[in-house]
């Protein structure tokens, strides 16, 4: 088991190796304070404290054994200091299972209006009010703590694509100084680790050198940022035909904001073991439900009538106990149960094709069919 707390190098114990053609596939468990995750995992993003239309308790059902939050976002609103005085995140939002939470500045660059890049960290104008904020490796690491984040995330920056050489060296290298002061100001406890996140863009020397650079500073896991930034499958592929390897075996390798189910299932047969996507819950919010069948667009006039389920054997309650005529109706006409039940049953089919991943891994049987 790959226990989230330091081990010694020696307890290299993965619990399943997969079929030899995806050799780099592993099932394995991440133990942490706040309880166990099974790998492959899918991490449903909850960005302000929740998971948009679920209850946690609803997505607990789904299987999801960790969810994520946005330092960004609850820094603004309701504030880190607040959330520490109300008794962290866990409580405030009644999940008591694992949390991560993202470092905040892939979100400043993605939301906030006017920000600026320095040495120190980013200045960025409060998307909500426009006040001024900043972020660097010790606020983010401060706030996360504040959060009660079961797993920190370094404060790095997302290298955009595309980008030259000489971008993504410099913004590889901005990245390995901020791992090294989010590292020496994140507080270590028990049960709770801190993940380093490397960046490169696609350029493969530069990938290795910033893994070098993290892993000198022993994080207790690893993410490959920079990815999943408009460089569409293929190239995404090509990079993590490679960049997983350089990354410690024996510790959790997370490839963050993806992704698709076909993406998910390539990025495991490379030996990726922690993924989050909106695609899910924002699609499901849009009338969007994944299936066996494909991908339903249930405002579709031709479910008008269709007294079928969106799958006869998912066991989420749209599928229970609606029909596809019922969910396309709440869907046009908005009604808010409608973004519930889209919600709760994609969150299933996501958590579904990763236990059936797991299982496939521990029979050492290979899974590319699996949609
Ligand atoms: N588009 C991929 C992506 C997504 C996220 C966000 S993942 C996330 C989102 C919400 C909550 C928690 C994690 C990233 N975050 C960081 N820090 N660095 C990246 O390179 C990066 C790339
Ligand atoms: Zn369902």
């Avoid at 904001?257 to 990025?267: F, L, M, N, S």
């Avoid at 990726?272 to 069948?293: H, L």
């Amino acid at each position: 088991e790959v226990s989230i707390t330091k081990f010694p190098a020696d307890e290299r114990k993965i619990i399943a190796k997969a079929h030899d053609k995806y050799k780099k596939a592993r099932a394995g468990i991440i133990n942490t304070r706040h309880g166990q995750i099974h790998t492959p995992a899918f991490m449903p993003v909850g960005t302000k404290g929740t998971v948009k239309a679920m209850l946690p308790e609803s997505v607990q059902t789904t299987g999801a054994d960790i969810i994520l939050g946005n330092t960004y976002h609850l820094m603004l609103q309701p504030g880190a200091k607040r959330v520490f005085k109300l008794g962290g995140l866990h409580k405030f939002m009644n999940w008591s299972k694992p949390l991560l939470t993202d470092s905040g500045g892939f979100q400043v660059m993605s939301l906030s209006k006017l920000r600026k890049i320095t040495e120190e960290g980013v200045i960025f104008n409060s998307h909500i009010d426009g006040s001024k904020f900043m972020l660097s490796p010790e606020s983010s690491t401060e706030i996360q703590y504040l959060l009660g984040s079961t797993i920190t995330m370094a404060f790095d920056e997302c290298t955009p694509y595309p980008s030259t050489y000489e971008q993504a060296k410099s913004s590889m290298e901005l990245t390995s100084r901020w791992a090294k002061r989010s590292r020496k100001a994140f507080y270590s406890r028990d049960g709770y680790g801190q993940f380093g996140i490397i960046q490169g863009s696609i350029y493969n020397d530069l990938r290795l050198k910033s893994a070098l650079d993290l892993i000198e500073l022993d994080f207790e896991g690893y993410a490959i940022g920079g990815l999943a930034v408009g460089e569409g499958q293929e190239l995404m592929f090509k990079v993590l035909d490679y960049a997983p390897d350089l990354l410690p075996i024996n510790k959790p390798r997370y490839l963050m904001g993806v992704g698709k189910p076909a993406d998910i299932i390539g990025a495991v047969q490379r030996g990726i073991d922690m993924f989050d996507c909106v695609i899910p819950t924002r699609s499901g919010r849009n009338g969007q439900a994944f299936t066996k069948y494909g991908v339903v667009n249930i405002r579709n006039s031709k479910y008008k009538e269709d007294n079928t389920p969106l799958e006869e054997d998912c066991l989420c309650p749209a599928c229970k106990n609606y029909t596809k005529a019922y969910l396309h109706y709440l869907v046009k006409v908005k009604e808010i149960l409608g973004a519930m039940l889209m919600t709760w049953h994609n969150l299933m089919y996501f958590q579904k094709l990763m236990l059936r991943i797991r299982e496939y891994i521990a029979q050492g049987k290979d899974f590319d069919f699996i949609s």
